[in-house]
């Protein structure tokens, strides 16, 4: 059964979403716009300015998965549809979201299990709704995800004829380049870890060089979309030995843990055993809220999300309420732009 959150309601206008990278718009990756929130206040500038907001021992969590071309055009009993392909469970099926053709502006919630999707010379067979047996979307109106078995080479179909997701707010289709990180080495996602974006090597060379100490973990993104008040689901995770013993000893000396997105928080908030990080990999089913907030993260360097994203409540749950809530504010009022491509935040609570 899908889990309904509350998030918080900041409002925002369609005219704030980012339409195109930041290249395409004439802006390094390092120069969009960077927002820091503390408990002394706010401040704008740019990205390539996060060496002046951190100091000498502080860590900085970073994603090492890659995106992957995770959107692929196919066809549900002869009827066109957009498949977006999400996790490769240990069993070897994939998680798969049906979407409206030709662009996947919404999810079809009319399939069944035991339908068939063929994606070139690929058949999907569609087995059960994903993560549990029950219907994955919140408005009980139909299935979202799908648990799926794969007949043919689902991977070779995608290398050839796949693109990334996308939805309605680009202004057109961008390359799979567009949306890789300088920290993506382990491909895996199905989409971007967007908040290691505005990095760049020069960036983090600046940042190496002045003290900050970078703990690479793995985690591989399922798909976005999910429905207003939708929890995310499991993902795929990995936290190095080499990284958890980092993390702790820097609680240790006084240094902030700094992550690197929603996804580099799940990932090391995954591996937190009795207030110590440890080595781990498998999949997490952690949803980190104010409810059940980090217990080693410090601040957090995001982007923009949605008003009713549980990537939101995430925010929430590292920045507390009324941070967030100001740091959200600022950013409506000087039209910082939301999404993948859009500008940045960084907020720290202490």
Do not use: C, K
Not at 81 to 109: F, I, K, Q, W, Y
Not at 144 to 173: C, E, F, T
Not at 197 to 214: C, D, N
């Amino acid at each position: 059964m899908a889990v309904l959150i509350e998030t918080p309601r900041t409002r925002f206008t369609a005219s704030a979403f980012a339409p195109q990278p930041a290249e395409e718009r004439g802006v390094a990756r390092d120069e969009v716009r960077l927002l820091v929130a503390t408990p002394d206040g706010l401040s704008h500038g740019r990205f390539r300015d996060l060496p002046d907001h951190l100091r000498a021992g502080d860590v900085l969590v970073v994603n090492t998965s890659a995106t992957v071309p995770g959107e692929i055009d196919a066809s549900l009993d002869g009827r066109p549809v957009v498949v977006h392909v999400a996790h490769r469970l240990d069993s070897g099926d994939r998680v798969v979201e049906l979407r409206t053709a030709p662009d996947a502006a919404r999810a079809l919630l009319d399939a069944a299990a035991g339908d068939s999707v063929q994606v070139g010379d690929v058949r999907l067979t569609l087995r059960s709704p994903w993560p549990g047996d029950e219907a994955s979307s919140p408005t009980g109106s139909g299935n979202r995800l799908w648990r799926a078995s794969v007949r043919g080479d689902l991977d070779r179909q995608l290398a050839w004829n796949g693109r990334p997701i996308a939805y309605g707010y680009l202004d057109r289709r961008y390359p799979l380049a567009s949306y890789q990180t300088v920290f993506g080495t382990r491909p895996g996602s199905a989409e971007m870890a967007s908040a290691g974006r505005p990095f760049t090597e020069s960036l983090v060379t600046r940042l190496a060089t002045s003290g900050v100490l970078f703990a690479p973990v793995t985690l591989h993104t399922g798909v976005s979309s999910q429905e207003a008040g939708e929890a995310p689901g499991p993902e795929w995770f990995e936290v190095p030995a080499e990284s958890a013993r980092l993390v702790s000893a820097a609680r240790s000396w006084g240094g902030r843990v700094i992550a690197g997105g929603t996804t580099a928080t799940r990932a090391i908030e995954s591996a937190v055993v009795d207030g110590r990080v440890e080595a781990a990999a498998g999949w997490s089913a952690r949803v980190i809220t104010p409810a059940d907030p980090p217990r080693v993260v410090d601040g957090l360097v995001t982007g923009w999300h949605d008003p009713l994203a549980s990537h939101l409540l995430l925010v929430e749950a590292v920045a507390g309420e009324r941070l967030t809530q100001a740091a959200y504010d600022a950013a409506v009022a000087e039209s910082y732009l939301w999404h993948e491509f859009g500008d940045s935040a960084l907020l720290l609570r202490r």
